[in-house]
């Protein structure tokens, strides 16, 4: 089993070579480079409309402007050899400057990090705290009125879009019109400094309460029918017939003999637990005035942020893929038959 988690750790640095270069050249192929945006912004900066003399090049500037921007963005090296020396200071977490702001990207990313961690801590255990004994609970009623009525409002809240709700969540409770008991976004208020300890927990959760409903609403069914389904699965398996045959409580064929074995599934889901660190919602964020990571990749990209766009890529990439070896971890721990070779 060892030797397997061997090699899975052994296949990070060849599988993640393989991501960012793949990555790398089709961020770098694509149409609107930084280069270009520069050149538009210079442009429209001095009022000229394109190339119109001498001496100017396609871009509508100069051949030693263009030369000189070449160089500032690194631009005249060939592909393959920008990638090897972005790959070099990789190594030192140097993920060059923003394109854009000019500022470090590791900076840039540590400074939305906490953000993202606490949207996704929070939501990985309430989905888990709330979904595992609701989907338990589901399957035991399986076919009763409480079956159909929560399942009913479960695909409501599947069905309901996160801008949609953001937006309705916001006017009636947040903007003014007819209750005003949220904030309308932000993580915490401007006299957050001055309040006592308890206070500022108070002030975090009052900020969290709207972003979150809107960030869970739609992971909450797909998690509790997994559960249930896949402990009515393993319900009607023999060996839980033969325990209740045997004349155990119920109470005890569930809880003991079924329920671990119905957990397997939901550990495949625990694979991202090192990614949503990483994780963000652009329309969430947007909404709610969030400085988070989904904001920020999705302002790197309309940017056409290179280094930015590499920097998210690469550090999510690592998370991913150690969060898929925690999850064969989870495996053997929740089920210690399960021997991976």
Same mark, same amino acid.
């Given at each position: 089993?060892?030797?397997?988690?061997?090699?899975?750790?052994?296949?990070?640095?060849?599988?993640?070579?393989?991501?960012? =270069?793949?990555?790398?050249?089709?961020?770098?192929?694509?149409?609107?480079?930084?280069?270009?945006?520069?050149?538009?912004?210079?442009?429209?900066?001095?009022?000229?409309?394109?190339?119109?003399?001498?001496?100017?090049?396609?871009?509508?500037?100069?051949?030693?402007?263009?030369?000189?921007?070449?160089?500032?963005?690194?631009?005249?090296?060939? =592909? =393959?050899?920008?990638?090897?020396?972005?790959?070099?200071?990789?190594?030192?977490?140097?993920?060059?400057?923003?394109?854009?702001?000019?500022?470090?990207?590791?900076?840039?990313?540590?400074?939305?990090?906490?953000?993202?961690?606490?949207?996704?801590?929070?939501?990985?255990?309430?989905?888990?705290?709330?979904?595992?004994?609701?989907?338990?609970?589901?399957?035991?009623?399986?076919?009763?009125?409480?079956?159909?009525?929560?399942?009913?409002?479960?695909? *409501?809240?599947?069905?309901?879009?996160?801008?949609?709700?953001?937006?309705?969540?916001?006017?009636? #409770?947040?903007?003014?019109?007819?209750?005003?008991?949220?904030?309308?976004?932000?993580?915490?208020?401007?006299?957050?400094?001055?309040?006592?300890?308890?206070?500022?927990?108070?002030?975090?959760?009052?900020? #969290?309460?709207?972003?979150?409903?809107?960030?869970?609403?739609?992971?909450?069914?797909?998690?509790?029918?997994?559960?249930?389904?896949? =402990?009515?699965?393993?319900?009607?398996?023999?060996?839980?017939?033969?325990?209740?045959?045997?004349?155990?409580?119920?109470?005890?064929?569930?809880?003991?003999?079924?329920?671990?074995?119905?957990?397997?599934?939901?550990?495949?889901?625990?694979?991202?637990?090192?990614?949503?660190?990483?994780?963000?919602?652009?329309?969430?964020?947007?909404? #709610?005035?969030?400085?988070?990571?989904?904001?920020?990749?999705?302002?790197?990209?309309?940017?056409?942020?290179?280094?930015?766009?590499?920097?998210?890529?690469?550090?999510?990439?690592?998370?991913?893929? *150690?969060?898929?070896?925690?999850?064969?971890?989870?495996?053997?721990?929740?089920?210690?038959?399960?021997?991976?070779?």
């Amino acid at each position: 089993m060892w030797i397997y988690f061997v090699k899975r750790f052994a296949m990070i640095l060849p599988t993640l070579f393989g991501i960012t =270069l793949l990555s790398f050249t089709i961020i770098n192929l694509a149409p609107g480079s930084p280069l270009e945006q520069q050149i538009q912004k210079m442009k429209f900066a001095s009022g000229a409309t394109g190339a119109s003399g001498g001496g100017l090049t396609t871009y509508g500037v100069s051949e030693e402007v263009l030369e000189a921007l070449k160089v500032q963005y690194g631009f005249d090296k060939p =592909l =393959l050899v920008r990638y090897w020396i972005w790959l070099k200071n990789v190594f030192t977490l140097d993920f060059g400057d923003s394109f854009s702001t000019y500022d470090p990207v590791i900076d840039m990313i540590i400074e939305r990090f906490p953000v993202s961690m606490q949207f996704g801590l929070v939501s990985l255990f309430l989905m888990y705290l709330i979904c595992i004994p609701l989907g338990v609970l589901k399957a035991v009623k399986d076919g009763t009125h409480f079956d159909a009525f929560s399942s009913f409002i479960l695909f *409501v809240m599947y069905s309901v879009p996160s801008l949609m709700l953001g937006i309705l969540l916001i006017v009636f #409770f947040a903007g003014g019109s007819f209750f005003d008991w949220f904030p309308l976004g932000g993580l915490y208020s401007e006299n957050y400094e001055m309040l006592t300890w308890s206070q500022k927990i108070i002030d975090r959760v009052h900020h #969290f309460i709207l972003p979150m409903a809107c960030y869970m609403i739609g992971s909450f069914t797909v998690l509790t029918f997994l559960m249930k389904n896949s =402990l009515l699965d393993v319900i009607k398996m023999d060996y839980i017939r033969t325990a209740r045959a045997k004349g155990l409580d119920e109470r005890k064929v569930i809880y003991k003999h079924a329920l671990r074995n119905a957990l397997i599934p939901l550990a495949t889901g625990l694979s991202s637990i090192l990614g949503i660190f990483l994780a963000g919602s652009i329309i969430i964020e947007q909404i #709610f005035g969030l400085e988070g990571i989904g904001l920020l990749s999705y302002k790197a990209a309309l940017d056409r942020d290179y280094n930015v766009l590499m920097g998210l890529i690469f550090i999510q990439s690592i998370l991913m893929l *150690v969060g898929r070896i925690i999850s064969d971890f989870l495996y053997i721990i929740i089920d210690p038959r399960i021997d991976f070779k």
